[in-house]
């Protein structure tokens, strides 16, 4: 199962509600904040801030012990989403100047991190601040508890059994709909329409391709929330993704990779086809994505392991800031070629719907492999390379 979407899962356990929107006019307001480390180790901290139509890193330095925010958003609300050894908290963030203090205790087991807050910031996941949400957590219990179960007891089995993946679209359907309905009742609260784009979309990515659904969301959608919610960019921006979910470019094994012009970042082109090498081993990243930072290490191995110009290792980054993507290069040696997918057009042309995603292609462009973050990777492309 890919780590991204299991890493992702857990965080629709803690959900909190905000109750009213804000009136301000999309693109004309700065968010203006502080977040302050407080027995916080900013080298395995990750902070992402999402702007209604980006989410990018905020750079810092480890000898740091605070970060300024100050960046326009063009949504109601922008969101401030820290992850710090597997933990999570995310916040709601208008242009209101904003303190955030940070705490890690590990004697608190999953409450290791916590926070204190003043200004404009709200917690987006908190279920002990909203009755809403609560009722709704108590409808969907018995059904997140199993599809919780089910992910982690059979893990990256689920992408090789027919059965196992109708019984998880099953299961996520039946979240899903106790969660539209629950919507349904607070149309007007950007909560709302926040929890549709971050978590029914989300856990969408576990059911089966089925258009049929998409097609079902996107009506959903557009009939449930009010304009000014679909105007911004946070609406226009989910209506694009559930059109491309009707009719995706979907990759398999055997499946001839599109022609997609890839440019390398001093500027050289890489074919997809007759290269030098026998493989292409393609590797959808960004700097913000732990998960894709913590399997580094096993490309480094698989890299070093595959030499005799046998497969050649291509980074390909969907930062949307080019000094984020460039720090994390350095800093985590990833000495190999990269391209810089700024605006997600390979992505996009190429079907890559969450990383990260390893593809591994011959000289023909036939994909030989693919790989969501299942951690099985290093074994599985040496028994190709080597078979």
């Given at each position: ?30 968010v203006d904040m502080k977040i302050n480390f407080n027995n916080v180790e900013s080298k395995d901290l990750i902070v992402n801030f999402e702007d209604g139509k980006f989410t990018e890193g905020i750079n810092f330095n480890h000898s740091d012990s605070s970060i300024i925010i100050k960046r326009p958003y063009y949504t109601i609300y922008a969101r401030v ?105 607070q149309p007007d609260n950007f909560f709302s329409f926040y929890y549709f784009i971050d978590q029914v979309i989300g856990i969408s990515s576990l059911i089966e391709y089925d258009s049929n659904y998409y097609v079902m969301l996107l009506s959903y959608f557009n009939e449930t929330f009010p304009e000014k919610y679909l105007s911004s960019s946070d609406g ?152």
């Amino acid at each position: 199962m890919p780590r991204i979407i299991t890493k992702w899962f857990f965080r629709i356990f803690i959900i909190s509600v905000l109750t009213s929107s804000n009136s301000s006019i999309y693109g004309q307001n700065n968010v203006d904040m502080k977040i302050n480390f407080n027995n916080v180790e900013s080298k395995d901290l990750i902070v992402n801030f999402e702007d209604g139509k980006f989410t990018e890193g905020i750079n810092f330095n480890h000898s740091d012990s605070s970060i300024i925010i100050k960046r326009p958003y063009y949504t109601i609300y922008a969101r401030v989403l820290i992850n710090y050894k597997d933990q999570y908290l995310s916040f709601f963030v208008d242009s209101i100047p904003s303190t955030l203090n940070l705490y890690y205790d590990e004697s608190k087991g999953n409450r290791a991190l916590y926070s204190k807050h003043s200004g404009s910031l709200i917690p987006i996941y908190d279920t002990t601040t909203n009755e809403f949400l609560r009722e709704l957590r108590q409808r969907q219990d018995v059904d997140l508890k199993k599809l919780s179960y089910e992910i982690e007891k059979h893990g990256s089995e689920i992408s090789k059994s027919d059965s196992l993946k109708n019984e998880i679209s099953h299961l996520a359907k039946t979240v899903n709909q106790k969660s539209l309905l629950s919507l349904k009742e607070q149309p007007d609260n950007f909560f709302s329409f926040y929890y549709f784009i971050d978590q029914v979309i989300g856990i969408s990515s576990l059911i089966e391709y089925d258009s049929n659904y998409y097609v079902m969301l996107l009506s959903y959608f557009n009939e449930t929330f009010p304009e000014k919610y679909l105007s911004s960019s946070d609406g226009r921006r989910t209506i694009d993704i559930l059109q491309k979910k009707i009719s995706p470019t979907v990759l398999k094994i055997n499946d001839v990779i599109p022609l997609t012009k890839l440019i390398d970042i001093s500027g050289k082109e890489i074919p997809l086809r007759s290269f030098k090498e026998k493989y292409l081993l393609l590797d959808f990243w960004a700097s913000w994505c732990g998960p894709c930072l913590r399997q580094i290490p096993d490309i480094k191995r698989l890299e070093n392991e595959l030499s005799n110009n046998e497969v050649k290792l291509i980074g390909i980054s969907i930062d949307r800031d080019s000094t984020a993507f460039i720090n994390a290069k350095t800093k985590k040696e990833m000495n190999w070629t990269h391209v810089f997918d700024k605006r997600n057009l390979i992505v996009d042309n190429l079907g890559i719907e969450s990383i990260p995603t390893l593809l591994l292609i011959d000289r023909n462009g036939k994909i030989l492999y693919r790989d969501n973050g299942s951690g099985n990777f290093v074994r599985e492309i040496k028994a190709i390379v080597n078979d």
